[in-house]
């Protein structure tokens, strides 16, 4: 048996043990038991080591992508072609949520029902002062804008790094890879510790992937014992069942056909062979800790390009986020549903529009929708408040904040499998070159 199909049993495995030990231990309906233990053994089991990878593998998987690239043309395609793919994936993936939405009206409860989740909602919100912080640093559009042109020209490419803060980063590899591709011989040794650097860390990758299934079953039991499985049948169920059907159609019909189109290549195949890094990004709730993983397994097991990967996957793991689109749009018009406010055609192309280029600026880290999500309600906030009508408020989002986790579980699980479909078709404008291997 190979060691990447024991992998795979072993991290199913931990998810389902996970969500018994969660259900059936560690659930209590009072909320009163700590389970900050169990999630601090998942960051340190897993999510740490992963994370300790995710800036050195970005700096030298872009840097040796683009020097083995070599032709500055040649990048121009590939770097034009990736940003297509990204932003029209992003656009059919929110279009899809918001027609959802707006067919199944999930947040069409009845008065007394909606009272409820919204008291609940808001007063959670009022309690997390954490979150209330990174929202209001979000509220206009124009900041979260700037504060993302910031990052990606940075004063101190070193600060960005001890910050983790990926975008600036890659950037700078762009920058340094074309320097060093330009400048010939006289950088050859520069180019070969680089090539060399970036082996050296998928090897770490292979040891560390092992960590998985132990830090995977701490994080789902953590978060369903959080929540609880039987509470999603609740009045929130028809709002994450329209989730998940939307990241379903995007996922399992929209994203292989767009890879059969362009490649030809089978795409449950494809996707049987990314099944760690899928597994994994399920598990951790992170497509930057998946990161390291699905450079691994797309290079070894799903025929990706080491010249597409390294480019198109740290890319993608900071701007291309198919699943968070999606989820901000359906989450932005049902809490316009259960607040009673309709949106006209014009809100729902605002609705659209705006979800997509705030997708961009999440982060590629847990719970990162919630936040950009206010700059999409504030976008349609502001539509409103011109012809007079009812605004939604920001304390809205602490209606869904309760299931959040799991959602996020689902849509990070997409914006990597996005990803990975990004690679294989960019393989095909960026082919590895025999004397390379």
Same mark, same amino acid.
Request: include cysteine.
């Given at each position: 048996?190979?060691?990447?199909?024991?992998?795979?049993?072993?991290?199913?495995?931990?998810?389902?043990?996970?969500?018994?030990?969660?259900?059936?231990?560690?659930?209590?309906?009072?909320?009163?038991?700590?389970?900050?233990?169990?999630?601090?053994?998942?960051?340190?089991?897993?999510?740490?080591?992963?994370?300790?990878?995710?800036?050195?593998?970005?700096?030298?998987?872009?840097?040796?992508?683009?020097?083995?690239?070599?032709?500055?043309?040649?990048?121009?395609?590939?770097?034009?072609?990736?940003?297509?793919?990204?932003?029209?994936?992003?656009?059919?993936?929110?279009?899809?949520?918001?027609?959802?939405?707006?067919?199944?009206?999930?947040?069409?409860?009845?008065?007394?029902?909606?009272?409820?989740?919204?008291?609940?909602?808001?007063?959670?919100?009022?309690?997390?002062?954490?979150?209330?912080?990174?929202?209001?640093?979000?509220?206009?559009?124009?900041?979260?804008?700037?504060?993302?042109?910031?990052?990606?020209?940075?004063?101190?490419?070193?600060?960005?790094?001890?910050?983790?803060?990926?975008?600036?980063?890659?950037?700078?590899?762009?920058?340094?890879?074309?320097?060093?591709?330009?400048?010939?011989?006289?950088?050859?040794?520069?180019?070969?510790?680089?090539?060399?650097?970036?082996?050296?860390?998928?090897?770490?990758?292979?040891?560390?992937?092992?960590?998985?299934?132990?830090?995977?079953?701490?994080?789902?039991?953590?978060?369903?014992?959080?929540?609880?499985?039987?509470?999603?049948?609740?009045?929130?169920?028809?709002?994450?069942?329209?989730?998940?059907?939307?990241?379903?159609?995007?996922?399992?019909?929209?994203?292989?056909?767009?890879?059969?189109?362009?490649?030809?290549?089978?795409?449950?195949?494809?996707?049987?062979?990314?099944?760690? =890094?899928? /597994?994994? $990004?399920? @598990?951790?709730?992170?497509?930057?800790?998946?990161?390291? !993983? #699905?450079?691994?397994?797309? %290079?070894?097991?799903?025929?990706?390009?080491?010249?597409?990967?390294?480019?198109?996957?740290?890319?993608?793991?900071?701007?291309?986020?198919?699943?968070?689109?999606?989820?901000?749009?359906?989450?932005?018009?049902?809490?316009?549903?259960?607040?009673?406010?309709?949106?006209?055609?014009?809100?729902?192309?605002?609705?659209?529009?705006? =979800?997509? /280029?705030? $997708?961009? @600026?999440?982060?590629?880290?847990?719970?990162?929708?919630? !936040? #950009?999500?206010?700059?999409? %309600?504030?976008?349609?906030?502001?539509?409103?408040?011109?012809?007079?009508?009812?605004?939604?408020?920001?304390?809205?989002?602490?209606?869904?904040?309760?299931?959040?986790?799991?959602?996020?579980?689902?849509?990070?699980?997409?914006?990597?499998?996005?990803?990975?479909?990004?690679?294989?078709?960019?393989?095909?404008?960026?082919?590895?070159?025999?004397?390379?291997?």
């Amino acid at each position: 048996m190979k060691a990447t199909t024991i992998l795979t049993i072993l991290i199913v495995a931990a998810m389902i043990l996970g969500a018994l030990v969660g259900e059936f231990v560690l659930y209590d309906p009072t909320g009163a038991t700590d389970l900050s233990g169990w999630k601090r053994f998942g960051d340190l089991i897993l999510i740490r080591p992963l994370k300790m990878l995710v800036i050195p593998l970005v700096l030298f998987s872009v840097v040796a992508g683009i020097t083995r690239i070599g032709d500055p043309r040649k990048l121009g395609t590939v770097g034009g072609a990736t940003l297509l793919y990204y932003f029209v994936t992003m656009l059919i993936a929110v279009t899809i949520g918001a027609l959802l939405v707006t067919a199944i009206q999930p947040g069409d409860l009845p008065q007394e029902v909606r009272d409820s989740v919204r008291q609940t909602g808001e007063s959670a919100f009022m309690a997390n002062e954490t979150l209330q912080k990174r929202v209001s640093g979000n509220m206009s559009e124009s900041g979260a804008w700037t504060n993302l042109l910031y990052q990606m020209i940075p004063s101190n490419v070193i600060e960005e790094m001890s910050a983790s803060r990926p975008l600036g980063i890659i950037l700078f590899s762009i920058g340094l890879g074309l320097a060093l591709a330009a400048g010939g011989n006289r950088t050859r040794a520069a180019r070969d510790f680089f090539n060399a650097g970036f082996e050296g860390l998928m090897i770490f990758v292979q040891w560390i992937i092992w960590l998985t299934p132990p830090g995977v079953f701490f994080l789902v039991a953590w978060t369903v014992g959080r929540i609880g499985l039987h509470n999603l049948t609740g009045p929130l169920g028809a709002y994450m069942g329209t989730v998940v059907l939307g990241l379903l159609i995007h996922g399992l019909i929209i994203l292989p056909l767009i890879l059969l189109l362009t490649t030809r290549i089978n795409p449950w195949r494809f996707m049987t062979k990314m099944k760690p =890094a899928l /597994l994994t $990004a399920f @598990g951790t709730d992170s497509s930057s800790a998946t990161l390291p !993983v #699905t450079l691994e397994t797309s %290079i070894d097991q799903g025929g990706c390009s080491e010249k597409s990967s390294n480019f198109v996957l740290p890319l993608g793991s900071t701007i291309n986020m198919d699943g968070t689109a999606l989820y901000e749009a359906v989450a932005v018009v049902f809490l316009f549903q259960l607040y009673g406010i309709d949106l006209g055609g014009a809100e729902l192309v605002l609705v659209i529009l705006t =979800a997509t /280029l705030a $997708a961009v @600026g999440a982060a590629g880290i847990p719970s990162a929708g919630l !936040v #950009t999500m206010v700059i999409v %309600i504030g976008a349609v906030n502001g539509s409103l408040e011109s012809t007079g009508g009812p605004l939604l408020p920001v304390a809205a989002i602490g209606v869904i904040l309760g299931v959040d986790r799991i959602l996020d579980m689902c849509r990070t699980t997409v914006n990597v499998w996005g990803d990975a479909v990004g690679a294989r078709i960019m393989t095909r404008l960026a082919p590895d070159d025999p004397a390379d291997q």
